[in-house]
């Protein structure tokens, strides 16, 4: 557990933990606003790491707090628990009267993201600032390395490592996630410390010292324009070398914003698996890292490493993020796009490359500029891409793709009024043709590796083909194209553009970097913008598929081509639900047809209904009509392709089996088989073959009945089956009549396409009752002897004609059965 340096037992501390199990949450919540607001900071901080985990959960997943991510709205507890820990809220206050004090808590490196561990296991200080001067060096080697941080960073990281930490849950407990407390929570302290209008509350709480003061955590050579982005010197620093700290007055005003934003970025965002680890260590900064350790193991005074902790391969985390982890993602980008699109105007119209261009512009508006580009742009692309390589091809992939629309859509969050037009007439404004460049990759590199996501998909259904239809319509939006297209032309140019210039990493506000910026800018400018992005994400030897050219043109013919064949499926299904619907007549709901147990078959898929076979046809169409108007493809040739392959489905294809090879113990799909049924174009018929009377007991049936007439008819199947047997054996008309009532007609009984070892000559006759549990069944009996009451007949005599009726049925179908067949 996390915890200060060690200190005698606090009675305080103790008494709250004895508490804790005695008490219910509002009485200790009461009991805990009374103690912050009446003792001093030196009884409080023992209080903090135990309080702290009580709420959020142990890091190591022992304990899971107040279970925020499961507390809703429906709950006595949740307003409790939301004002308890709202920014002006009694946890908070602690928070704050520590903070004055200066008081650290250590946080063992263990529990730190992947990338992050890995790079101090191997003696290389991280990037991130948020993580600079706070390094704490035992003697016992580096893996037992903790971090020293401060109240609201301690806080900070308990509260966003609470969403990825593993908790042992209840099965029975689900929650909306965008109900719990836990993403309210998230919402209030990005709208808090974020805000789009005025500045950051100061501290409501103060004590004898004054207020609050900053712990500067920005060093004098990390700024916030450098911030995320590789450092132009290829040799990393070493943590035993951290920069020193120097005050900054500019940070006091933002620096609560900044932590918590760094806290989760690093957190959330900051997880990837080993092979992106070792694609994003380029050979030039292996080499210099080799040549430092080279002189650092000279050194008398070089610490204890453990074997094998400097190698890439020492780093293996598992990274499987939840929907609930990639919903409040999605919730970080959407605020911080309508956070900085708050900038104010005279902000943007100020810029220029003078030294003094930004003298009066406040800190929150300067973390505005570069809030996106710098915090979260490599991240998020990182996580995204391993979300969109990984994640299961399901309708849950529908929380990541939302997350990429709504960054690539920067635009959707301006606060602006906008004309109530359709979002696909919507012309993308031109001042975010900067930001379109800046992000080429969000557009172009997630888009190639969702075509690969989409042609193994099943596109027949409605929710998976709404995802294909949001990004059809998201990137048919007017002007985004032409945007792409200039940003790729951009980068494709000649390296000579660059030579003039000399190497340096991204540019800081003060010399054009904000991509809001309305002045015109030099192309080399340009050049260097777009490249220096590709590079930062994808590596100097990268190589780049245009988004519109002859290769991914034909990918995307391919994915129409089996948006065509999923179209032809959903309208085949539908069809054929159609034709069995109509082919049910009144007397068969009557019960005077022949059931078809296999029709109503409880395994049968909700997505196939006719309501969302229309959803689905509607979601395919549109997004065939957006693909054709991104790419520019002749509607003539595509009308061809899709009249083509409807007529090469009709000739038969719906008739056919998945393509399969004949093994050892029947046949065995083939790689083409098994995308045939994954795309719908064929499948196999399926039918319940088992014994009819053991089939679950559907929704429209009484199980009591079905279970009592089931012992019933398995008496006297068992007693009398032999006489059945032989009734059924006979060729008269007595054995057709027994056939009808005693057994099923052979002919009905579907064949699988897999040879089963033969079972007999014919199926044994026996008597089944089970039709009598049929709450439809006992409607119509009871609507039968209601009328013959009002008809003054009494049960006795309805009883008798019913049988009546029944036997005359009988004997019509055997005395006319077969020519009704023939006919």
């Known amino acids: 557990m996390a915890a200060p340096t060690l200190q005698q037992p606090s009675f305080l501390l103790v008494n709250l933990k004895s508490d804790s199990t005695t008490k219910p949450l509002l009485q200790r919540c009461q009991d805990l606003v009374k103690i912050i607001d009446e003792y001093p900071a030196k009884e409080l901080h023992l209080i903090l790491p135990w309080l702290v985990e009580s709420v959020f959960g142990s890091l190591d997943s022992c304990t899971a707090g107040w279970n925020l991510r499961l507390l809703h709205a429906r709950s006595n507890e949740y307003n409790v628990v939301l004002e308890f820990l709202s920014p002006s809220g009694p946890m908070m206050k602690l928070v704050y009267k520590l903070q004055a004090e200066e008081y650290k808590y250590e946080i063992p490196v263990n529990y730190l993201p992947g990338p992050v561990k890995v790079c101090i296991q191997q003696g290389i200080l991280p990037e991130c600032p948020l993580f600079h001067n706070k390094l704490q060096f035992p003697l016992s080697g580096l893996l037992t390395l903790n971090l020293a941080l401060n109240p609201f960073e301690f806080f900070m990281f308990h509260f966003a490592s609470c969403l990825i930490t593993p908790k042992s849950y209840p099965q029975s407990a689900h929650v909306s996630s965008t109900d719990s407390a836990y993403f309210v929570l998230v919402d209030t302290y990005l709208k808090y410390f974020l805000p789009g209008e005025g500045s950051v509350p100061p501290s409501p709480f103060s004590d004898s010292r004054g207020s609050v003061t900053a712990p500067s955590p920005r060093s004098s050579s990390v700024s916030l324009a450098g911030y995320g982005v590789h450092s132009p010197s290829l040799l990393k620093h070493h943590i035993f070398h951290q920069p020193s700290v120097n005050a900054d007055p500019a940070a006091q005003e933002i620096w609560r914003s900044e932590t918590l934003l760094q806290m989760f970025v690093e957190i959330w965002l900051h997880h990837y698996s080993l092979e992106m680890y070792q694609k994003l260590q380029s050979p030039q900064v292996k080499l210099a890292l080799l040549q430092y350790r080279l002189s650092m193991s000279s050194m008398p005074s070089q610490p204890f490493a453990p074997p094998g902790s400097g190698t890439l391969h020492t780093y293996q985390e598992p990274f499987s993020p939840t929907e609930e982890h990639v919903l409040v993602v999605r919730l970080l980008v959407k605020h911080l796009h309508a956070f900085s699109n708050s900038l104010k105007p005279e902000t943007l119209s100020s810029s220029s490359p003078s030294a003094h261009s930004h003298a009066h512009t406040s800190p929150l508006e300067e973390f505005k500029r570069v809030v996106v580009q710098r915090f979260v742009q490599q991240k998020l692309y990182l996580f995204l891409q391993h979300c969109f390589s990984h994640w299961p091809l399901d309708a849950s992939f529908r929380a990541v ?362 199926r044994r006759a026996r008597l089944s009752l089970r039709p009598l549990a049929s709450y439809r069944t006992l409607l119509l009996l009871l609507l039968a002897y209601a009328t013959g009451a009002a008809l003054a007949l009494g049960p006795a005599s309805c009883t008798l004609l019913l049988l009546v009726g029944g036997l005359l049925y009988g004997l019509l179908v055997a005395l006319l059965g077969d020519k009704l067949k023939t006919h």
């Open 401 to 762: 793709l939302e997350t990429w629309l709504s960054y690539i859509q920067p635009w959707r969050y301006t606060g602006e009024k906008t004309n109530a037009q359709p979002d696909q007439n919507r012309t993308v404004p031109d001042k975010w043709e900067p930001f379109v460049q800046e992000n080429l990759l969000m557009y172009t590199k997630l888009f190639q590796v969702l075509l690969n996501r989409a042609v193994r998909t099943d596109l027949v259904n409605a929710k998976n083909a709404l995802m294909v239809f949001r990004v059809a319509k998201v990137f048919s939006q007017p002007n985004l194209g032409e945007m792409i297209q200039k940003g790729e032309q951009l980068f494709l140019e000649p390296e000579h553009v660059l030579q003039h210039r000399q190497p340096r990493g991204y540019l800081t506000p003060g010399q054009g970097g904000s991509f809001l910026s309305s002045r015109q800018r030099a192309a080399t400018d340009l050049v260097f913008r777009v490249k220096s992005h590709v590079y930062a994400l994808e590596g100097q030897d990268c190589q780049y598929k245009q988004m519109f050219g002859p290769e991914l043109r034909g990918a995307v013919t391919k994915l129409i081509q089996i948006i065509a064949q999923a179209r032809q499926t959903a309208k085949r299904i539908s069809d054929h639900s159609g034709e069995a619907a109509a082919s049910s007549s009144f007397l068969s709901w009557f019960g005077m047809g022949t059931p078809d147990l296999n029709s109503t078959f409880s395994g049968a898929e909700p997505e196939e209904s006719g309501e969302c076979l229309a959803k689905t046809h509607e979601f395919l169409d549109r997004a065939l009509e957006n693909l054709c108007q991104i790419f520019k493809l002749n509607q003539g040739q595509l009308a061809q392709l899709i009249s083509n392959l409807g007529s090469s489905q009709d000739d038969g294809h719906c008739k056919q089996l998945p393509d399969c090879i004949q093994g050892e113990n029947g046949l065995v799909l083939t790689d083409l088989g098994r995308k045939q049924i994954i795309s719908g174009l064929r499948r196999f018929d399926i039918q319940y073959q088992g014994d009819p009377e053991l089939q679950p007991i559907r929704s429209y049936e009484n199980a009591l009945l079905v279970r009592l007439f089931y012992k019933i008819s398995s008496l006297v199947n068992e007693r009398f089956g032999g006489h059945m047997n032989a009734l059924c054996s006979r060729p008269d008309l007595l054995g057709r009549l027994g056939r009808h009532y005693l057994a099923a007609d052979p002919d009905s009984s579907a064949r699988s396409p897999v040879p089963r070892p033969p079972s007999g000559a014919h």
